[in-house]
């Protein structure tokens, strides 16, 4: 039986796909199996997935039913004690399960590791450092506040026995379901963090991260499910929840300002920014918000090519390209 199985639920991601495969074959812990859930891709990945020449690469297609039913469906033929996720179209770092193995192996208290993570862009050519933010031990507040493990999705490894505990992922959930799902686990294990950047998680133009109209019903489910849940005693949840509240919107107007173009990205930004500012003004403070002022009064004042190219800057500035990232095809 192998010590982990790394689930990678995928749909559509002949680009990608076996570049995702390589950065698993390629750790450093090699006890594993790989079990791929093709959610009904109509593109060339199901062809690759059978070109691959490698007897812990498990493949099994079903029907397209959506992201959460693909990883459930993992979990339920997944045999390792321990139980990994990655997205079809995101990287590790080589000693990615390794760190993480041993920081679960060395805290029997604890039913999830996870680690720090890069943004990359859409061709894989760029990454950029998300802020070094991460909590250990009963995280349930911190995580209930906002959610500080980015790429959830293709970052945590969990055990087995913490799964069997609080259950598999919400299908009624259409965004936000790994979140809600680390909230449950949040309320009934420890969290013990890997402090190296060892997730990249792509930003793509198909992905969900763009589709932020579709966010706010269900992140208001997630928080209100989370609060009615809450371990007991637990001090001054409303106050949580409207900082959890606030720092969804200030995502969403970093979204929109930096994914959507035009006039409609600057002002739905800036509602989003203002909105997060009234349910708990000191998330202005945070580093990204700060750089969002900077970024929405650059737009304001100056000309749409001026603002474009401080845009730019700023957002270059933070990247770096792939191959100096410890990028596993370097």
């Given at each position: 039986?192998?010590?982990?199985?790394?689930?990678?639920?995928?749909?559509?991601?002949?680009?990608?796909?076996?570049?995702?495969?390589?950065?698993?074959?390629?750790?450093?812990?090699?006890?594993?199996?790989?079990?791929?859930?093709?959610?009904?891709?109509?593109?060339?990945?199901?062809?690759?997935?059978?070109?691959?020449?490698?007897?812990?690469?498990?493949?099994?297609?079903?029907?397209?039913?959506?992201?959460s039913t693909a990883r459930n469906r993992g979990i339920s033929v997944a045999r390792g004690k321990y139980i990994a996720f990655l997205d079809g179209d995101d990287l590790w770092t080589q000693n990615k399960l390794e760190?993480?193995?041993?920081?679960?192996?060395?805290?029997?208290?604890?039913?999830?590791?996870?680690?720090?993570?890069?943004?990359?862009?859409?061709?894989?050519?760029?990454?950029?450092?998300?802020?070094?933010?991460?909590?250990?031990?009963?995280?349930?507040?911190?995580?209930?506040?906002?959610?500080?493990?980015?790429?959830?999705?293709?970052?945590?490894?969990?055990?087995?026995?913490?799964?069997?505990?609080?259950?598999?992922?919400?299908?009624?959930?259409?965004?936000?379901?790994?979140?809600?799902?680390?909230?449950?686990?949040?309320?009934?294990?420890?969290?013990?963090?890997?402090?190296?950047?060892?997730?990249?998680?792509?930003?793509?133009?198909?992905?969900?991260?763009?589709n932020i109209e579709a966010f706010e019903k269900s992140v208001l489910t997630v928080i209100n499910k989370a609060i009615q849940n809450a371990p007991q005693g637990i001090q001054s949840l409303s106050k949580i929840r409207?900082?959890?509240?606030?720092?969804?919107?200030?995502?969403?107007?970093?979204?929109?300002?930096?994914?959507?173009?035009?006039?409609?990205?600057?002002?739905?930004?800036?509602?989003?920014?203002?909105?997060?500012?009234?349910?708990?003004?000191?998330?202005?403070?945070?580093?990204?918000?700060?750089?969002?002022?900077?970024?929405?009064?650059?737009?304001?004042?100056?000309?749409?090519?001026?603002a474009g190219r401080i845009l730019n800057f700023i957002t270059n500035s933070r990247a770096m390209p792939a191959q100096k990232a410890n990028l596993i095809k370097s």
């Amino acid at each position: 039986m192998p010590t982990i199985s790394v689930v990678i639920p995928t749909y559509n991601n002949q680009r990608t796909i076996l570049e995702t495969i390589e950065s698993i074959q390629k750790q450093s812990f090699s006890d594993f199996e790989i079990v791929v859930i093709n959610d009904g891709s109509t593109d060339d990945t199901l062809k690759i997935l059978n070109s691959i020449q490698d007897e812990r690469v498990k493949v099994f297609t079903y029907k397209n039913s959506g992201v959460s039913t693909a990883r459930n469906r993992g979990i339920s033929v997944a045999r390792g004690k321990y139980i990994a996720f990655l997205d079809g179209d995101d990287l590790w770092t080589q000693n990615k399960l390794e760190l993480q193995y041993s920081a679960l192996e060395q805290h029997p208290e604890a039913g999830l590791a996870y680690s720090l993570t890069y943004i990359m862009s859409e061709n894989g050519e760029q990454v950029h450092k998300c802020d070094p933010i991460y909590y250990e031990g009963n995280v349930y507040t911190k995580l209930l506040a906002g959610n500080f493990i980015i790429g959830i999705s293709s970052n945590i490894l969990v055990r087995k026995a913490a799964i069997d505990s609080v259950g598999i992922f919400d299908t009624s959930l259409s965004h936000y379901e790994d979140w809600d799902w680390c909230l449950r686990l949040a309320s009934k294990w420890s969290f013990v963090a890997v402090p190296e950047y060892q997730v990249f998680y792509r930003l793509s133009s198909g992905s969900a991260s763009t589709n932020i109209e579709a966010f706010e019903k269900s992140v208001l489910t997630v928080i209100n499910k989370a609060i009615q849940n809450a371990p007991q005693g637990i001090q001054s949840l409303s106050k949580i929840r409207s900082k959890s509240i606030a720092n969804c919107h200030l995502y969403w107007s970093q979204l929109y300002l930096t994914r959507v173009p035009g006039f409609k990205g600057v002002t739905q930004s800036r509602y989003h920014l203002q909105k997060a500012a009234s349910l708990y003004p000191t998330v202005i403070f945070k580093k990204y918000a700060l750089i969002l002022v900077v970024k929405l009064i650059a737009m304001h004042f100056l000309t749409p090519e001026v603002a474009g190219r401080i845009l730019n800057f700023i957002t270059n500035s933070r990247a770096m390209p792939a191959q100096k990232a410890n990028l596993i095809k370097s």
